[in-house]
């Protein structure tokens, strides 16, 4: 439908509003980066994802969670190194988007209850939650914004509120980790039991693939206390208890999502009820330990006792620190820990075997700056004999945005003064 005179007046008016707020000296992205020394490794990386760089670049209204320097120096010895040096650019791609959060999030607007924001990752090979995934964030004493992320990550903000002309960018000092799948993610929280259990019940493929799943899952010392009879049990007697464990939901239970009180639908078929209670979480009886442990599919609870089915009525005893079980049996010899002869032999954070060898950024660009925007047709061995041609090209391709900004941007100042006089 062509616009009315009026409609695009109004247009006009509001670009000419945002291109007089861009004249008052706030920087554009490029800008920023480059005025940032603590940057100059995420200016490289950025840079040389240019579809995500310029779309950053045009964007009104958008939080970049920007690593410094030195979390670039530790990424080979976190869970993304071997995907950095072998230059997965799919991986690393799917770690750049889950950077941006929509939405302008200042540092002040976090408080001490925890926020879960959702970011710019939303591909389905490294996420399964509704509107993409998710990261936390939260204002601890000090004050300290943290955010957390898969593998129970922490990346601490450093510098705060550094505003560009279209958004935010806050620094933090470690890199966000997309989260993992359970099976991935459980070994990292000594879950080994709970793991092989679900193995064992047949039930690996729905909890590592289910979209906005949200498990509560019995910490090992539960599972040692029932291991002769866990293990004895026909498989689908033990489905159905680890079902009870499970949510059945379209919304994922972060525990801003369950207040005092909340009732939930299990996969079992029976209800759960959410307690708060002497500033605890409990779950029926069961006390919550470990709280939002992010998956790629939605998020777990660690919680100290098993859940029973066939007590679903039962509530929590907030004056001890952990109750009775509720399913009786007895353990293994030596109170060896259950089900872990179950668990994959070889479980990886990423799997770097599936995704792209064609990206743009790799391990041994670290610590080279803003000068060495990878080529995404050079190998790891040619990255290190780029030469001065290979740099010059890619440098204009990652100049082109600012370009056109810069054109778009002579247009509409001149379109604006002939406003201006009328």
Known sequence: MPLSLSSTALVILLSCTAFARAQQGTKDLTELLQSNENLTEFTTLLTSYGDIYANLSFQSEVTILAPNNDAFNRIPYSSLGPAFEANQSQIVRSVLQYHVLPGVHPSESYNGTFAFDRTWLQNTSYTNVTGGQMVGGVQQAGPVNVFTSGMGTRSTLVTPNLRFTGGIVHVIDNFLIPPQTFIQTAPQFNLTAAGGAIENASLADYVNTHKDLTIFVPQNTAFQALGGTLESMPSSQLQRILDYHIINSST??????????????????????????????????????????????????????FLDPNAPSVTANPEIPTGPPLLQGTSLSDNVVPFTSYLPTSVTSFDTASASATGSFAASDIGRGTSAFGSAAASASARSTRTSATKKSTAERVESPRLEVTIMGGFLGALCWVVGML
């Not at 209670?277 to 660690?302: E, Y």
């Open 252 to 305: 994922v239970g972060y525990s801003t999502n369950l207040p005092n009180g909340t009732v939930l639908r299990t996969r079992a078929g029976q209800n759960l009820t959410i307690t708060f209670a002497s500033n605890s979480l409990f779950v029926n009886q069961a006390r919550v330990l470990q709280q939002d442990l992010l998956l790629s599919n939605g998020v777990m609870h660690v919680i100290d006792n």
